[in-house]
């Protein structure tokens, strides 16, 4: 049986709203972070993403556009066509484009070498507006034919290496009024804002964590987020200015953190808060 | 036309699982545009389930059902094999069916 | 040389053969960051233009200790101090600042401090009631009675009072590179707020201090 005095400093431990009455030692207060995982466990039966991951799946196969083509020809840098184990190995060099380029990237290209979209107009789009709302879908499919399979972006070609090199210069780049960078909330184990956990992204974070939990549906808000959009929340948070549509400090970042996240396991589309 | 539901329907003894995740606005009709005014209410009203042609679910749906809503249920009596309807209608009047097979 | 855009998208894409010098890297990063941003709403270009301090703290690893030092002097030498001696405000309406994590971003409508919340909770703890705080600043529940301060009018709590407005106007002046945003010099908040959050932390009436 626990002392008053041990079950009183039980309490102000976890912060707990509820009132703690004196019981047998099984008792325990749930704590704000113990309800949060139970909310978040009870979410992911059922996660939203399905029904975009479906909409993805029939905007790879149907032919659209001005070329009215479809998308099965695309290289995701697998081959033409090869989706399944795509997403774990983006973003990567591409010697078509002779870019480096994620996957966002990589589908504006092939939507306007394939079927005859305008990718910068597709770029500049609001997100999940007209086309983009498209990409996000495709990203959200692609991305669940990667699923259980662990983060193993390639460092072969100099350009990917320069590419990583630029992503960490950029994700300690303190700027914007308030002196924030990437750093500043992905820098440091164990921190969180306010009860959001925030994951270390200048480590690897783990299985299911940081880079490998996008793309992901947002319950709050109930939009499809990809990885560009989680970058564009990033930095208005940040209070910098607008990043481009997988502009070239977006891919860099996404370097960045995949490499880092090297033989995590990757479970995207995820659902989150 | 609305799009489609996923459908999951997995036997297990006598109980048989349905998970269904509808795609649907929701819309409370209390929200505001950016303009100011009101988002006119959305929302699904009415789901109703069969097992093979027979009703074994309805229910009655307000604003206060989130976007893109989960429904989970169990029925009994079902085998694999067995079809499971599921049909949704809206307070437009727009509706949906979907169907999947008991595994 | 001027670098236009095209030219910077083409630094990403070109193949180059051999590794690049850190200094290049750095020459890189900044043209990178130029290119890859516009401006939107109230966000913006200028705001990718480092100062000192910004730029100092840019890398993995922390400045040197001379570097450090030499970044404290400047920052507290720019502190604001009241006009009128006034420290204290009030510490209902710095709570309500604590608790807003609003202003500043391009889908705020002005960069008037009167406008914008002070963000507190976002990262540390502060009132015991509120339980949504982050950790990425220390707790400050009982701020003021950890410090002995009774009144902050008191000469004896001069010192304290002095610290914590510095803090709130220019954590810099204390920590070079400080994860803390610096609310008087960047603008973020006029001097009725900064008194404001200084009552929340510092009135032995504020629920903080209980």
């Known amino acids: ?273 | 036309m609305p799009d489609p539901m996923r459908i999951r329907a997995q036997a297990a003894g006598d109980k048989t699982t349905v998970r269904v995740l509808m795609s649907h606005e929701m819309e409370t009709g209390l929200r505001k545009d950016p303009a100011g005014k009101i988002i006119p209410a959305w929302y699904i009203q009415e789901v109703t389930a069969q097992l093979n042609g027979k009703p074994v679910l309805s229910a009655e749906w307000g604003p206060s059902v989130s976007k893109n809503p989960f429904l989970q249920f169990i029925v009994k009596g079902a085998k694999a094999g067995d079809k499971i309807a599921v049909t949704w209608r809206d307070n437009r009047g727009e509706t949906r069916t979907d169907e999947a097979t008991v595994s | 040389m001027k670098i236009t855009r095209f030219a910077v998208i083409a630094l990403l894409a070109a193949g180059t053969a051999q590794a690049q010098t850190p200094k290049q890297l750095d020459q890189q990063t900044a043209a990178m960051m130029r290119a890859s941003f516009r401006e939107q709403g109230i966000a913006k270009m200028d705001r990718l233009e480092q100062d000192a301090a910004q730029k100092a703290c840019s890398q993995a690893k922390p400045p040197s200790e001379a570097v450090t030092k030499k970044i404290e002097a400047a920052e507290l030498a720019a502190v604001k101090w009241p006009a009128d001696g006034q420290f204290i405000g009030d510490w209902k309406e710095g709570e309500k600042l604590a608790q807003n994590g609003r202003g500043m971003t391009w889908t705020d409508a002005s960069v008037a401090p009167a406008k914008n919340g002070a963000m507190c909770y976002n990262c540390h703890q502060i009132d015991k009631k509120e339980i949504s705080f982050g950790t990425i600043g220390p707790s400050l529940w009982n701020y003021g009675k950890l410090r002995g301060v009774a009144d902050p009018a008191d000469p004896a709590s001069a010192a304290i009072v002095k610290y914590t407005w510095g803090k709130l106007w220019n954590s810099k002046a204390y920590a070079a590179c400080s994860n803390m945003p610096r609310f008087g010099h960047a603008e973020l908040l006029n001097e009725q707020q900064i008194r404001d959050v200084m009552a929340l932390l510092l009135d032995p009436k504020s629920p903080v201090n209980q």
């Open chain 1, 1 to 273: 049986m626990r002392s008053t005095r041990l079950m009183a400093a039980i309490a102000a431990a976890t912060a707990a709203v509820v009132a703690v009455p004196l019981l047998a030692q099984t008792q325990q207060p749930k704590s704000a972070a113990d309800g949060l995982a139970e909310y978040r466990k009870m979410l992911e039966d059922g996660n939203p993403a399905e029904l975009f991951e479906a909409k993805g799946e029939d905007l790879w196969k149907t032919p659209r556009g001005p070329k009215n083509a479809s998308l099965q020809a695309c290289d995701l840098g697998l081959g033409p066509g090869v989706v399944q184990g795509a997403w774990v190995q983006l973003p990567r060099w591409f010697p078509d484009t002779k870019k480096v380029q994620d996957l966002e990237s990589r589908l504006l290209t092939c939507m306007q070498t394939l079927q005859g979209f305008d990718a910068a107009e597709i770029a500049r789009t609001p997100f999940d507006k007209g086309e983009q709302a498209a990409v996000t879908a495709l990203a959200a499919w692609i991305s669940s034919l990667s699923r259980g399979m662990k983060m193993a972006l390639p460092q072969k070609h100099a350009e990917e290496k320069r590419a990583y090199e630029l992503g960490k210069r950029a994700f300690f780049y303190r700027g914007g009024p308030m002196d924030f960078s990437c750093a500043s909330c992905h820098g440091e184990e164990g921190k969180r804002i306010r009860m959001q956990d925030l994951p270390d992204l200048t480590k690897n974070p783990g299985n299911g964590v940081g880079f490998a939990a996008w793309p992901a549906y947002r319950v709050s808000s109930g939009e499809m987020w990809s990885m560009q959009r989680r970058l564009n929340d990033c930095f208005r948070q940040q209070r910098f200015p607008y990043p481009g549509f997988a502009s070239d400090v977006t891919v860099a970042l996404a370097v960045y953190m995949g490499v880092n996240a090297k033989g995590a396991e990757s479970i995207a589309p995820a659902i989150k808060r």
